[in-house]
């Protein structure tokens, strides 16, 4: 017999949840704090590594076969699922660190976008520094979305609504959200951008993974050689945000934020509310 399993976590699910969503977000701390110029996207990932491991936890990332690396590190025109390498960060950089971690067999996931200034270059610093703003902020619109949807493709429309005032900017629609939970990636697709169909009625039990990746210029993107990094085709640059997000009895969480959101939610009237 076939039996589907139901996208939807019971409280105490989601309290195993807590500890790899804290140990994903030490991850990206600790990769911010590296994130300089001169620094390799290498040290980076020894720093979310090291982050996990003190944690208890492993990388999630890590289990994804063929995939050797802690973190995913996407630089300039790479918007995903870039090789951490050797190269040196330089100036006007924009760099996208994506980061999971799995504690007891339960998932954590989320990215950042960082832009290195370059003072030769102020015009183009504040044109990626736009960017990477704007996907962070219509990621947290999804967010405050979800607070109060009665679907789940609610937050796309949210999402997509604030970055059309915000300028021209492509959201891509090949790569969506996912559900998380026993595995990274599970269902349901949580898209980034309007759709037709309602989606999941959201109700307590619903964790997610929303994750807006945003471009300077065109959609349309390639594979690179490595048969993992994902780039833009026009070459201009990228942006990528993320959180695991858990909807309960009594409101919203960020499982990948140490404050649960609070202070990013705040200006957008959404108080978010710890599990219990």
Request: glycine share 10%; proline share 6%; net charge negative.
């Amino acid at each position: 017999m076939n039996i589907r399993r139901s996208i939807y976590k019971s409280p105490a699910q989601m309290r195993l949840m807590l500890a790899p969503g804290l140990a994903t977000a030490a991850s990206l701390d600790a990769a911010r704090a590296a994130l300089r110029v001169g620094a390799t996207t290498l040290d980076l990932d020894a720093a979310a590594e090291a982050a996990i491991v003190s944690r208890g936890g492993a990388s999630n990332f890590k289990l994804e076969p063929g995939y050797r690396h802690t973190v995913c590190a996407s630089v300039n025109d790479d918007v995903v699922h870039g090789i951490p390498s050797g190269r040196a960060l330089e100036p006007g950089d924009i760099v996208s660190i994506d980061s999971g971690a799995i504690i007891d067999g339960w998932n954590g996931d989320a990215a950042f976008s960082m832009v290195l200034p370059d003072p030769s270059r102020p015009e183009l610093t504040a044109e990626r520094q736009k960017l990477s703003d704007v996907t962070e902020q219509s990621l947290w619109r999804g967010i405050a979305r979800l607070a109060s949807a009665r679907h789940l493709n609610e937050v796309g429309e949210a999402i997509e609504d604030y970055i059309e005032t915000q300028g021209s900017y492509g959201i891509l629609t090949d790569y969506v959200g996912h559900g998380i939970g026993r595995s990274m990636h599970e269902a349901p697709p949580v898209f980034n951008y309007r759709v037709r169909q309602k989606g999941p009625e959201v109700k307590p039990g619903l964790v997610v993974c929303i994750e807006p990746m945003v471009v300077l210029g065109d959609i349309e993107t390639y594979t690179r050689d490595d048969d993992w990094t994902v780039a833009t085709s026009d070459g201009k640059a990228a942006a990528h945000w993320e959180h695991s997000i858990a909807v309960h009895k009594d409101g919203i969480w960020v499982l990948t934020a140490a404050d649960g959101g609070a202070a990013a939610l705040a200006p957008l009237g959404i108080t978010p509310v710890p599990l219990a």
